[in-house]
């Protein structure tokens, strides 16, 4: 039967989420938001996530909006959820990442007299603290204003757009009967079809690429960022690069969006590189590079180097509506939706030179050439070695490599911000289907934490992994505690090498810095973990690690393997030799 009970202001905000099929929202509960947890509770189709902290709230959301291809939405308080939001903000606008961040305010009628937790004009202003971290800043004053601030809020959460907004209700408006006919849920357009619209392909550089370049006997290299990084996508780039035999490297934010043991990986250029991406892009040799969906900031560039476009031509397609900073790069990028680019040029007529078969014979020769290169850097091929204890200190890349060799070759990979980041994106082998997670730009210890449940929650079909360190759990371990509260299974693999591992190597090896400032206590995460009800088991020997995987497969909620592991120098020398000069 239908219902007749009056529509309030929260329920109307919390229909137009629905409409936009969001089901997930991530939360931390206070009184300025009663109004918005009971339409939340009440929603057929929203299940609303209390987490522990509001920036994890936030990192979640960031996740969920990766895996699901629409855009995460957290709620808090004003004030001080507000101010906890912006780590989370500040993350998602570095790596744009479409977001709505909904407040509760001090009641419309308390403004202006020292009220508690005023965040308003009169108080801390919270609107003007966020607003370079969002695209949109809507304080929804008066109920006759919902539809057209709705509206205005959630237009350009998309992923063609990419924008992020922050909408503050005060509890009373929250409460108030929305008039007849604004229902923010009713929408004049299809969500599905509004989410899933793209940015159309440039097709007259498309087909000047193919004739000048593609089709003729060159040696190309694809250059693939963060923006040619999805599944779907993913999909195609394969078809193209196959078709075509071009040899493909990914940045760091663009990792998983190829497979890298396919005959034309190239692996990763730039922070975290391998030593075939680094040679291939930055040799003489290479005549054309072609850059897709790509910022070619500091480390996507490794380090401004002269070398990525010295000697070749430079070719940059790329569909942001916000112009990366390339200024040290002397050519303009061609707009051109990087989906629908793969899509055009996997669809193009080889047979326009009829001698594109030698043209593919002499690309494979390169290409045979070119994988004479490993992938990996032997320089840093090390094994453990023993602590000031006589204790066997496992080799972080070991670790890398066997989980990446006995975890399923679907699962979503989370991986956080330290020296692991590093030795998980160059020894992890991705299997190129989107599937490989991480902060990119601002890289937040403890994102991966908390994101990892949103990924977890928007795409529960596949098993997600989350790589993170003692540092990082240190910042946001404790939301493993709601996995736990949810049953959500993931699997939490903790490297601790107690130490801030990055900066540890440079007190060690530069004395950059005094030792005491880089090394932690060695914490026992295994018994953290089991106080918030999450099974656990430490692992000390690389040949137990199989077996503490398969104990994970057989549990029904979240998992945590702690790994102890020694400090070893990052696997990152190209990068940082570009640094040096």
Known sequence: MESHAPVTVSKAVVRSLEAAKIDHVFLVPGKMIYPLLDAIDKSPSIRGIVCVHETSSAFMADGYARASRRFG???GISGPGTMNFVPGMAAAHADRIPMLYIAGGVSSRAEGKGAFQDATLSGIFESGVVKSLVENVVELKNKDNLQA???????????MRRAQSFVSIPVDVQRQEALPGRDASRQPYDHDAFNACEVPANRAALDALCNQYLLQSKRIAFLIGSRGNDPETAKVLLDLAEKFCIPVATTLSGKGAFPENHVLSLGVYGFSGHSRAVRVINSDELEVLVVFGCDLNQRDSMNWTEKLTAGKELIIFDDSFDAPAT???????????IGATFRTLSQMDTNRNADFHTVLERRKAWVAEVNQTPLYDHYFEQTGVRGSGGDLLLHTGDVVKQLCHLLPKDANVVVDSGAHRIFMAHYWLSSGIGNYFSSSSLAPMGWAIAAGIGIKLAAPERPCVVVTGDGCMLMHGMEIQTAARYGIKILYVVLNNSAHG????????????????SKLPCHDWTAFAASLGVAARRVERL????DALSEASRSSGPFLIEVLTGVFPAPNRYYAECAAL
């Open 149 to 159: 601030e709705m509206r205005r809020a959630t237009e350009g959460l998309n992923w």
């Open 73 to 75: 939405v957290c709620v």
């Open 543 to 546: 040949d137990d690690l199989a």
């Open 502 to 517: 990055a900066v540890h190597v440079d007190a060690l090896s530069n004395g950059s810095i005094p030792e005491q400032f």
């Open 327 to 337: 200024g040290h790069i002397a050519r303009g990028s061609i707009f051109s939706g």
